[in-house]
């Protein structure tokens, strides 16, 4: 069963059914006229350490799609900086379509939660900060084998 999409501007800690998951609330100072500043602390703000920080941009083909995998025990968090995208989040048990839409808020990737990414404006730009480096062995990249191990 799939929930309807929910905006993330909108969208409340209670409204996150998938497992694995959460909102992060930044910490954020309106400065106008000189902008905003957002604020994100490992450890604090963000429930582990920051290892990797990577970032996803100049996502031009409307037919894109990221993701689509899950990490036996690597936690992250996903920011919509710029722009917009649809998260599509899977436990195994429960779907969850979030449109990203703040860069005040952020989506936890936690462990063993399928996620894909589409419907990219054409100014979107993505921030994860990863709780460890890059492991490949920590990818699970296909549907089924993500659904076996959930099985064991």
């Given at each position: 069963?799939?929930?309807?999409?929910?905006?993330?501007?909108?969208?409340?800690?209670?409204?996150?059914?998938?497992?694995?998951?959460?909102?992060?609330?930044?910490?954020?100072?309106?400065?106008?006229?000189?902008?905003?500043?957002?604020?994100?602390?490992?450890?604090?703000?963000?429930?582990?350490?920051?290892?990797?920080?990577?970032?996803?941009?100049?996502?031009?083909?409307?037919?894109?799609?990221?993701?689509?995998?899950a990490?036996?025990?690597l936690?992250?968090?996903?920011?919509?900086?710029?722009?917009s995208?649809?998260?599509?989040?899977?436990?195994g048990?429960?779907?969850?379509?979030?449109?990203?839409?703040?860069?005040?808020?952020?989506?936890?990737?936690?462990?063993?939660?399928?996620?894909?990414?589409?419907?990219?404006?054409?100014?979107?730009?993505?921030?994860?900060?990863?709780?460890?480096?890059?492991?490949?062995?920590?990818?699970?990249?296909?549907?089924?084998?993500?659904?076996?191990?959930?099985?064991?």
């Amino acid at each position: 069963m799939t929930k309807e999409r929910l905006s993330l501007k909108e969208t409340q800690e209670k409204d996150i059914i998938v497992r694995n998951s959460g909102i992060i609330e930044f910490q954020f100072v309106e400065d106008p006229p000189d902008g905003n500043l957002a604020i994100a602390q490992g450890e604090k703000d963000i429930p582990f350490p920051i290892k990797r920080t990577y970032w996803i941009n100049k996502l031009n083909r409307p037919e894109a799609v990221r993701g689509k995998h899950a990490h036996i025990e690597l936690e992250q968090v996903i920011v919509c900086l710029n722009g917009s995208f649809t998260l599509h989040l899977d436990d195994g048990a429960k779907k969850q379509d979030i449109i990203m839409d703040s860069p005040y808020r952020g989506v936890i990737l936690g462990k063993m939660l399928w996620h894909k990414m589409t419907d990219f404006s054409k100014d979107c730009v993505i921030l994860v900060l990863a709780g460890d480096v890059y492991k490949e062995a920590d990818y699970i990249r296909n549907y089924e084998d993500f659904l076996a191990r959930l099985a064991q």
